[in-house]
């Protein structure tokens, strides 16, 4: 009746009690064969070992590590490296896996890549920045052989670990070499310049302005004392003149017919001519000096406005007067002082010629620290690359050595590879649940199926599924029971007997 009507918990419970057979038959046998099952599959094997990472002795703030990339992106690579043709061929051969079929290399060498279980380990320990690590597995038909595989793939991540991490730091150190020459080349370029640039701008660089400045003062003032004692010099040579002149005017001066010569007075005019000039530019005209000097020029105007004029002569025709010893030194004090003067003139042209030279420092220093700073930027800029370098590759070298040393993270086996004491598969109790479980479902698919196309009225609710019309009275059977039992059919079937087994029924439309 299951595909007749919906069924309640006590049709459940007949239709079990009435075929209960037909679902323990399937259950116990199916188990059975499950378990005969295991004997007829090959065994597998699989051997396991435990590889942890153990992180270099010495600490990472002295020196670091080369080789940062985390263990998982490691051990994707070196699968990738361990699990090509050139390394496993050699292990098939040498151990012959898989060799019983009639499988070609190619197919033994994927077969023996999915029997290869590589497995990072997942704990508490690895998310606390523990030492992390993974299980590497191999499953084969002998427990031997899947132990001895397990441990030359263990081999050769350990090896595969030393040569790649060796080999970064290597590389690296070697990739450093190189760009340090480079840095190099280009810091020794820039020093160049540099040292050119200093060279043509030496006293314009930034940072002699203060002196410059202070050098320009102290010339100012070199400049002011040279003038102001050249000043002095001159008028201790215009008062040596006048003294000249004086000594000159006062020594007797004859000519050959015993009177003085006129070209002595006219010498000593002049002189005081020039004495006057000199005295009238410093002092007033009522300065004693001043008013003395014009005296004797009046007096000796006079003189020579009384003398003949046949008596001037040129100065050619007239003989060489004989000075005297004082007028001899004065004239030496006089070329001693014109010495003096042409000296220290020298040397105000030399105070005036580096004072227009710092001038021009002090000028030209705004435009040339803007192309100062623009060189030294560079400079700075090369210099601190050269150093990181040196300084990346100082730590390289350290850390290749550190690895050479194999002082640096390496795999530490932790488990050596197990010998297998049992199969890994067929595991029997999965086998026999397996049975048991097809063993159900086939028993409760035959009876649900037997359920679904029996069509035996047995309640009023078959009736009613049948008919749709309300039951009115039931019947109950008193007599004796038939003495032919009803006719089997497969499955235990009944055919459908109202006055043999079942209550009669009557309903409305009877």
């Known amino acids: 009746m299951l595909g007749h009507r919906a069924l309640t918990l006590q049709d459940y419970t007949t239709i079990l009690k009435r075929r209960w057979w037909i679902i323990a038959i ?16 090959q065994p597998q094997y699989i051997s396991q070992t435990l590889v942890l990472v153990e992180q270099q002795k010495v600490p990472e703030s002295y020196v670091k590590a080369v080789v940062t990339e985390d263990l998982s992106g490691r051990l994707a690579s070196m699968k990738e490296q361990i699990l090509s043709r050139s390394r496993l061929q050699p292990i098939i051969e040498r151990f012959n896996l898989f060799a019983n079929g009639k499988m070609s290399m190619d197919e033994r060498i994927d077969l023996t890549r999915k029997n290869i279980g590589i497995t990072p380990i997942q704990s508490e320990i690895a998310r606390t920045n523990g030492l992390p690590g993974f299980f590497i597995s191999f499953k084969a038909n002998d427990a031997r052989t899947a132990q001895l595989v397990c441990g030359e793939i263990q081999s050769l991540f350990v090896s595969e670990n030393l040569s790649d991490r060796a080999a970064s730091a290597a590389g690296t150190t070697d990739f450093l070499k ?11 370029e820039q020093d160049a310049r540099l040292a050119k640039f200093q060279q043509t701008y030496m006293g314009k660089l930034p940072g002699a302005e203060v002196s410059n400045i202070n050098m320009l003062t102290t010339l100012n003032t070199q400049l002011d004392a040279a003038t102001q004692a050249l000043a002095r010099m001159e008028q201790d040579k215009s008062y040596a003149e006048s003294i000249l002149a004086m000594q000159q005017a006062q020594q007797p001066q004859t000519t050959e017919h015993g009177g003085i010569a006129p070209q002595a007075q006219q010498q000593e005019l002049q002189q005081l001519q020039a004495q006057e000039a000199d005295l009238t530019a410093r002092y007033t005209d009522d300065y004693p000096d001043v008013v003395s000097v014009r005296r004797k020029i009046k007096e000796l105007q006079q003189k020579l406005a009384q003398a003949p004029a046949a008596a001037i002569a040129p100065a050619a025709s007239t003989p060489k007067p004989t000075d005297s010893v004082s007028v001899q030194q004065m004239r030496a004090q006089l070329r001693a002082m014109e010495q003096g003067i042409a000296q220290k003139r020298r040397d105000q042209a030399a105070i005036q010629s580096q004072l227009r030279t710092y001038q ?12 100062y700073k623009s060189i030294t930027r560079d400079n700075q800029t090369a210099q601190a690359f050269y150093d990181d370098l040196l300084n990346k590759l100082n730590q390289s ?23 297998p004491e049992s199969p890994s598969s067929p595991k029997r109790s999965v086998f026999v649940t397996a049975g048991l479980a ?27 599924a049948f008919t749709k019309l309300p039951t009115l009275g039931v019947i109950g059977f008193a007599g004796e029971q038939a003495s032919e039992a009803p006719k089997k059919r497969w499955f235990g079937r009944q055919t459908p007997d109202l006055a043999a087994g079942t209550k009669p029924l009557m309903n409305a439309g009877g």
């Open 397 to 419: 070298k350290m850390a290749t050595d550190l690895e050479k040393r194999q002082q640096g993270e390496q795999f530490r086996v932790m488990d050596e590879p197990n010998l």
């Open 438 to 464: 097809a063993g159900l479902a086939l028993g409760l698919f035959i009876v649900g199926l037997l359920e679904y196309l029996d069509t035996a009225v047995r309640n009023e609710r078959d009736i009613w």
């Open 26 to 41: 399937p259950a116990v046998v199916f188990p059975i064969v499950g378990y005969a099952l295991t004997f007829l599959v």
């Open 178 to 188: 190189g760009q340090l020459a480079d840095a190099k080349a280009k810091l020794d």
């Open 360 to 371: 021009d420092r002090v000028a030209a220093s705004p435009a040339v620290e803007e192309e």
